[in-house]
């Protein structure tokens, strides 16, 4: 193949798809594979300059960029959960020359992806609620990694299509509470308030010895700390861990985090706690209004 039909055919796959980092990512390895480094340079200022989706030109385009980047139809349903075209995954699940991947394929890992991004349009089609009743992923595939990955996005419309899914739906306090955990690392406030208020095998929110209150502390969540730490039934206490969760907030700089576990009215942790280790990490991190407030 010359060089002049390879670029070609590099801009009839490529010159519209949305600029974003996985595109980018997505577009130079094909541009490496297709054309060398003259393409990655032109595969660059492509995305760089174009806006719209590939979406609005159909789905065989990003198909088969997919299929030819990915080496295979079931990596590139994958890809596709990933990017939302759900006219791509379509596309794929389709047969071709009789063979089409499942939707189930790899153990549910398009529906993962889908869900880890948020797609909850791909994650409908995937389940069968668009109408694609093949071979379709259970809900609790792969460990509950779906739910897992949409938690810790705080995607919260695909957390709840996942737990309200009929027969198998995951259960909000499967793999080890890991969906709140996340979720309150991230502080998605609304995520969290969904999985401890659900209805059925709700986690706790003092989980695994209060990780979700030290991790949302740890990364300044201070509404996440104040719901966990407030909740009406198994509360996490203030001071858990001998006050992990004022150490950890007191080394990253918290300011608020800090004043709120020092001020709460049940178990709040000391200033002193675990010998002075909040103080010192606060020191160290030159964090001046925490250590006024650990020493006040």
């Not at 929110?205 to 104040?226: F, I, K, P, T």
């Amino acid at each position: 193949m010359g060089g002049d039909r390879r670029e070609m055919t590099w801009h009839e796959l490529v010159h519209e798809l949305p600029p974003d980092l996985l595109t980018n990512v997505l577009v130079m390895g094909c541009a490496w594979r297709l054309g060398g480094g003259l393409a990655v340079h032109s595969a660059t200022s492509v995305c760089r300059g174009w806006r719209a989706a590939v979406m609005a030109r159909g789905a065989a385009p990003l198909a088969a960029l997919l299929v030819a980047f990915h080496g295979s139809r079931d990596r590139a349903l994958v890809g596709a959960a990933r990017l939302g075209s759900t006219s791509a995954v379509t596309h794929l699940l389709r047969k071709q020359d009789g063979v089409a991947p499942r939707a189930n394929c790899q153990d549910g890992l398009a529906l993962v992806a889908a869900a880890a991004c948020g797609r909850i349009d791909v994650v409908r089609l995937l389940l069968g609620l668009l109408g694609w009743p093949e071979a379709a992923p259970r809900a609790d595939c792969g460990r509950v990694r779906a739910l897992v990955q949409s938690a810790a996005g705080g995607h919260i419309e695909v957390v709840r299509l996942l737990l309200g899914w009929h027969e198998p739906a995951p259960p909000a306090a499967d793999c080890g509470d890991e969906p709140l955990v996340q979720s309150a690392a991230g502080g998605h406030i609304e995520v969290v308030r969904l999985l401890l208020g659900w209805p059925s095998a709700a986690p706790r929110a003092d989980c695994r010895d209060s990780e979700a209150l030290v991790h949302a502390a740890e990364r300044g969540h201070v509404e996440v700390v104040r719901l966990l730490l407030g909740w009406p039934s198994a509360a996490p206490r203030a001071d858990c861990r001998g006050g992990a969760a004022l150490v950890w907030a007191a080394a990253r700089g918290h300011v608020e985090v800090v004043r709120l576990l020092l001020g709460w009215p049940e178990a709040a942790p000391r200033a002193s706690c675990q010998e002075g280790l909040a103080l010192v990490r606060a020191a160290r991190g030159g964090h001046v209004e925490v250590v006024r407030l650990l020493l006040g």
